[in-house]
């Protein structure tokens, strides 16, 4: 547990309190962030073909991926409507950057599947010589938290405005439980223990960290299982 809790705090942290104002390593900054992405995805993925028997857990995997998934954001969705219904926000016009289209999440989302399978098919060709380092996503993790901890620091917003923002604070708490409730309601469909449940839907969307610190907990079935799910993230987004 101290362990899981230092990979996190103790990089973002150092991060958050790194003065960095020069925009080209800021720049460098975003792009290995995003790098570190990739890179536990492959990571991931050379584990995951290194795996004996892979074609009989590739279902489980996938099953317990979709049930999750569709637990857990139907309960996420169907929460916030009735908490946007009982109190609207009252929306601002803001100058904000352009969002990126539809078919760019898509294509996102295609190429987070397409790493994580690039990197399952060298494992599963190259495991008979080839020995991958078990914390090398460990590291790699770190790396990303570092990353996000000096963006935090130049995002422009106070923590203080963070952290005392009742609508965020209510809607972060509204997330959270129902989160927690379809971890519960799908371990209960999959014969699941609660905790594992609970430990797959308390990423609350990180699932590049929780990923991580599930494999060190319960091996690398309970590691892809989580991530998997990000990826039907990124295709409702797109739709």
Same mark, same amino acid.
């Given at each position: ?92 016009? !803001?100058?904000?950057? @352009? ?8 294509? =996102?989302?295609?190429? +987070? /599947? #397409?790493?994580? $399978? ?43 405005? !963070?952290?005392?923002? @009742? ?8 997330? =959270?439980?129902?989160? +927690? /409730? #379809?971890?519960? $309601? ?47 993230? @990124? ?5």
């Amino acid at each position: 547990m101290l362990y899981g809790l230092s990979i996190v705090l103790i990089p973002l942290f150092l991060g958050y309190f790194s003065r960095i104002s020069h925009p080209m390593i800021l720049h460098w900054v975003n792009r290995i962030v995003s790098l570190c992405l990739y890179l536990i995805l492959l990571v991931i993925g050379v584990s995951l073909g290194q795996l004996d028997n892979i074609v009989e857990k590739l279902p489980q995997i996938g099953s317990a991926a979709l049930v999750f998934s569709l637990s857990i954001h139907t309960c996420n969705i169907l929460s916030l409507v009735i908490y946007d219904k009982w109190q609207p926000m009252v929306r601002e016009v !803001v100058a904000q950057d @352009k969002m990126p289209s539809r078919l760019a999440q898509l294509m =996102m989302s295609l190429k +987070l /599947i #397409g790493v994580t $399978i690039l990197g399952g098919l060298f494992g599963f060709f190259t495991k008979d010589f080839f020995v991958f380092p078990s914390h090398a996503s460990s590291v790699v993790l770190v790396v990303m938290i570092l990353g996000v901890g000096i963006q935090l620091r130049n995002s422009g917003i106070p923590l203080r405005e !963070v952290f005392l923002n @009742k609508r965020g604070i209510q809607a972060s708490i509204i997330f =959270m439980v129902s989160s +927690l /409730i #379809g971890g519960v $309601i799908a371990a209960w469909w999959l014969d699941f223990s609660v905790m594992k449940g609970l430990a797959y839907a308390s990423a609350f969307g990180w699932y590049s960290l929780s990923s991580v610190l599930m494999h060190d907990a319960w091996g690398l079935f309970m590691e892809v299982s989580p991530f998997s799910t990000i990826f039907p993230v @990124k295709f409702y987004v797109s739709l």
